[in-house]
């Protein structure tokens, strides 16, 4: 298979090696059709896709020249001649459905596959990964020899908008564990693994955008400050830092009870006098369950508000985590163990996490309102900071 060597630089990029900058002696590009190298000379465009043999000769060229785009500039890495078969890093054909490839970790725990989701069908779906329906997926297989925290990420060409999904069970929606969508970063997500449990990760495109990538997984030993709830920890937020809710041990820093539940922290709200509380979800109950948010078991936060007349009440909410935001004229649960509160005006949730949230409705003075701050599923919780205003 030949490969665009903008697809190449991709993956020398992953590899971190890639330290010389491109010759521009000569230009290559007056014979063959292909992605002609950076070499002199009317080269017949028959390259080897070796990175560093001076032009990078990419396609099957049409030209009659004799020149072979040996130009002086180095391409590639350090000016030598590894090609990705030196790296380690070998093109993987695509597999469409479950069980799907299978991932072959290293002694490290550490594995790189380069593949693509071109030409496949979809298959899969999620929770996760807003407008992945009609996008072509694949799916990768992997069974950790040893339990620790598990990172899988992902780069991905221009042009292709990916997200991954972590699956127990191949193909199954319910069996969803952890979602990594589009950051700038890429796709990105960390588990909790245990030895011989068989995985399942699906790479989808959102818009029904496909693409060549490369699917990074490194199982590493559980430490408090990796991002993920291992055993023996109440918390993880990414960091090892106290006063976030999750302390330095990561366990829960104890959040004021008398606030966990309706009506929690009571504001009163004017026109001139908007309220903006930073805090977090970290150790408080899931007690709510607003209608955009369809994943039980996130920590939630909940504040009443009192305008001080009538006009249009906007809560904007920032968050560390995926975060969902409502507004509710009641705080009344139908019956126990209900946790969807009658009354709900509206509900938001972005389409990645980290988007920022802002719900907006009318309200009546003398009457009360509350919000609530929620997590999306099970595994969103930490700090956010939102402001309530009202206006005429």
Known sequence: MRIPVAHLLIALLLAGNLACELGDDGDGLDAGTGTAGDGAGNGDGDGDMVAGSGGNDGGPGNGDGDGDGDGDGDSGLDGGSETLEDLGLDWSEPVDTC???????????????????????????????????GSPDSVHTLTPDKSGTLTVSLLTEPGFDAVIYLQDGCGDRRAVRACGEPSEEGPKLSVQVEAGAQLFIVVDGRDSTSGQYILNTELSAPRCGDGVINDGEQCDLGDDVAGDGCDERCQFEPPDADVDVCPGDTLSLSADSPQTFGGFTVGYGDDYQPRCAPIAGGPDRVFAFNPSSSGTLTATLSAS????????????????????????LTCSDGPQPGDVEVARVSVAGGAQYFVVVDGFDASAAGTFELEVTLSP
Not at 101 to 107: C, K, R
Not at 116 to 123: H, M, R
Not at 327 to 335: F, R, W
């Open 99 to 133: 069980p799907g490839h299978a991932i072959a970790p290293d002694d490290d725990g550490r594995a790189a596959v380069w593949t693509e989701t071109f030409g496949l069908d979809d298959d899969y779906g999620s929770y996760c990964g807003a407008g992945t329906d």
């Open 321 to 344: 985590f995926d975060a969902v935001l409502a507004v509710y004229e009641s705080c009344v649960i139908p019956e126990p163990g209900d946790e969807r509160l009658v009354g709900e």
